[in-house]
Structure formats: C-alpha cells, structure tokens
C-alpha cells in the first residue's frame, strides 16, 4: 500500500494571520485609491487642467491656449481632444514666465516675498479641524506661487499623515523639529526639511520625539534652570532657512504640548485660531484664549515682547443652513469683530471624503467627490485662503487683491 502524504494544511500561526488581515485590508483600500503611500516619494500631484490653471494665475483660458500655440512658456501635456493640462511646476515656470514678460504685474504672477519683507510665520493654534486647515492653508499658497514650509508640531504627526508620512507608525529619528530644537546634539534645520508633492511646500514631519523634548522642558522647569529657553529655540531655528522661505505655517500639537506651544507664538508674526459655530465649542475656545495668554506670558516673563501683525479667528465646520450655528457665527462677529476671517469653512462631504483617501482636494479632480460638492467646497477654501493672503500682502505693504480675484472669479463661474 503506497505511503499517503499528509495532506493536513499547515496551521496558521498568529503573526501570519494579522499579516494575512493586513494585507487584505491595503489590497482593498488600494482597489478604491485610499490606501496610503508609505513613503511621499510615490505620490505624485495630479496636473491641472487649462481652465484651472487660468483661474490660479487670473488670466484668461484663450490667452494660455495661445500662448502654448505660440510655444511660448511650457509644453503643456495633450491629452484627449487635444486638451492641455500642466504640472505644478509648469505652472510656477509658467508664473516665471509672465513675470518677465508682463513686468508691471510682476508681483501678480509671482508673489514671493521681495527684499525688505519679511518671512511670515502663521502659527495655527490647537483647536477643531487645525489639522485640515493647516492642510489646505498651505497647499493653498504653495498653489498660489509661494515658497512654503509647513511645521507639525503634533508629536501623532497628523499632519505629516496628509503630506504621505507615517510617523506614527514608521517612526523616524531625528528628523522632526526635536532635533533642531534639542538641548544636546542639535542638528541643523535645512537637515530636517522633507521636500512635499507640491512644488514650492516643504515640511517638517511630527513625530513622537516632540513627547521627549516637553519632557526635557518640563524637567527643566522644575529644576534649578527655572525657565528654559525651549521656545527661544525654535525662532532661532527658523532663522536659519529664512531666506528660503515666503511663509511658514507651524500646525501646532495638542494644548499640553506647553512648551512647543509657547514655541510656536513666539516664533509667529501671526496666530489663526479655529472655532466650530457651537456654544459649547465656543466656550473651549474661550478657554483655549486663556492658554494662549498663558503661553505669550511665559515669553514676556522671560523679558522678550510678543508682537503680532494679525490674531484672527476661522470659523470651521460650518452649516450655513442651521439656524443655531448662525446665530452663534453672529455671536462670534459681534464678539470678535474684525478678527473673525469674514468667510467660513462649510461642512463639506467632499473635504470629508478627500480626507478618507489621505488627500486633499487640490489633490482630486471633481469626479473623485462629486462635482457640485467638490465646487462648493473648493469656493469656501479659496475664500478663507485670499483672505490670508490679502493680510500677508498688507503686511508687506502690498494693495490687497486675492479676495477681489476670488470674487471675480465665482461671478464668472
């Protein structure tokens, strides 16, 4: 009788098991197009398409078709029906080009900051959806044709998760603001700079090293050094890439992050602090004031002012159409005056989508969330934004212009 083989299968051991659940898990996430990169590097920028191309220059679509039938600027790539769409970097080559060719509107197509005007530094304090609006504040202006760096103070790394890396569970070393802010073996800012999918935004990744240097601090203040010089640090960290810079925006981590906090106010020309229009979000928000006076108080307790060129308020989350929440965004404007941004975020199914996808909505085209929820979104986004950069430019001594250009813009839509 011939030996039978044993036909018994191998059991499966624990550690395959959870590999095997994870592995369906991506493959299924992949098959919709929301399973994250692991590493930035594989996640290219969409291109834009010629008539979103005219509107982010505020020229006209005929003058660009003629333009690439001229063969002047760049090659757009031709797609179906001899359509053109453009790369980001095309665009900013694009900026360049109509800079130097249309020199009294020099500074419309290529805002960067001149001599004798200084880096602005927006530091977005903690609140609701600061992650989000830290997001799209700076895809936005690198958009817009500013050089961006963008700073995640949040040691979960929240926002380093929607530029493509996973601090949290691809930890790094070294390679978030600890390690330029560090009381040993500092290392230089340019070092720890990642480079983004969107030409012209950089970023520094959070990470859970951040934990470590609240603990130094907190060690620090207790012992016989009082007071250390942890936010100190981080101006003097930003100094040293300014020239590379137009504008920072410094995400800022959870409120018992103290002296990060008190890092990132006191490095900023500027505050943006975010609101839900709720009485009781209202009220943590009165409550989050308090934090922030007592993290300027730290700084000026030390012997060093704080001078901002703007504090204002976003409101965020926002539903136009209940009759609470208007009455609390009145409460909030009669309250806050001109320090409440005029414009709002709304509550939008599509930033919501984008977000389950890890992207954003400059990211996606209109198909990827709807194209009416995708438009409506994208409006309240480009208002909050050209309100911002309209401050930026005043603070510049430059005539505001982005909010009046976004307005033209929708009247034509």
């Known amino acids: 009788m011939p030996h039978l083989e044993n036909t018994v299968p191998k059991r499966e051991t624990t550690c ?26 594989d996640r290219p920028l969409r291109s834009f398409s010629l008539g979103e191309v005219a509107e982010i220059l505020g020229v006209s679509g005929s003058y660009l078709r003629q333009l690439s039938i001229d063969g002047l600027g760049p090659t757009p790539e031709l797609g179906t029906a001899g359509r053109r769409s453009y790369t980001l970097r095309q665009i900013n080559e694009l900026r ?16 960067r900051r001149r001599e004798r005007e200084k880096l602005q530094i927006i530091s977005v304090a903690a609140g609701p959806a600061t992650t989000t609006t830290s997001l799209y ?3 936005g202006l690198a958009l817009q044709g500013f050089r961006v760096l963008a ?11 929607m530029y493509g890396y996973f601090t949290a569970t691809l930890p790094v070393h070294n390679a978030s603001m600890y390690a330029a802010i560090s009381y040993d073996d500092r290392v230089s800012m340019s070092s720890i700079i990642q480079k983004t999918h969107f030409d012209g935004l950089d970023f ?10 609240e603990r130094e601090s907190s060690k620090r203040y207790r012992s016989k050094w009082g007071y250390p010089d942890a936010s100190i640090r981080m101006v003097d960290a930003l100094k040293q890439v300014e020239e590379d810079y137009d504008i920072v925006v410094i995400h800022c981590g959870p409120e018992s992050g103290s002296f990060l906090t008190a890092g990132a106010f006191e490095a900023a020309t500027a505050v943006l602090v975010t609101v839900r229009p709720h009485l009781a979000d209202i009220a943590k928000t ?11 108080s730290l700084v000026e ?15 965020t989350r926002h539903n136009p159409r209940d009759v609470s929440e208007q009455e609390a965004v009145a409460l909030l404007r009669d309250s806050l005056g001109d320090d409440l941004l005029t414009a709002t975020v709304w509550e939008s199914d599509a930033i919501r989508e984008a977000r389950l996808k890890n992207r954003s909505l400059y990211e996606l085209s209109a198909g990827a969330v709807g194209r009416s929820a995708y438009e409506q979104a994208m409006e309240t986004l480009t208002s909050i934004n050209a309100e911002i950069m309209d401050l930026i430019s005043t603070v510049w001594g430059r ?3 982005y909010v009046s250009r976004a307005s033209r813009s929708r009247t034509a839509g």
């Not at 959870?18 to 590493?39: C, M, V």
């Open 16 to 41: 395959e098991r959870i590999q095997r659940h994870s592995k369906e898990l991506w493959d299924r996430l992949s098959e919709r197009g929301a399973a994250p990169n692991k590493y930035l590097v």
């Open 286 to 296: 009165a409550m989050s004031l308090n934090s922030f006076s007592h993290f300027v």
């Open 204 to 213: 520094v990744p959070g990470s859970y090293e951040l934990d470590l240097f």
């Open 151 to 161: 700073v995640d103070l949040d040691p979960k790394g929240s926002l380093s998760e």
């Open 137 to 139: 504040l700076t895809q």
């Open 96 to 111: 360049a080009y109509l800079a130097s060719t249309r020199s009294k509107e020099a500074l419309k197509f290529c805002p």
């Open 399 to 401: 005539l505001p212009m």
């Open 301 to 315: 307790n030390a012997g060093r002012s704080v001078n901002y060129d703007f504090i204002k308020f976003l409101v």
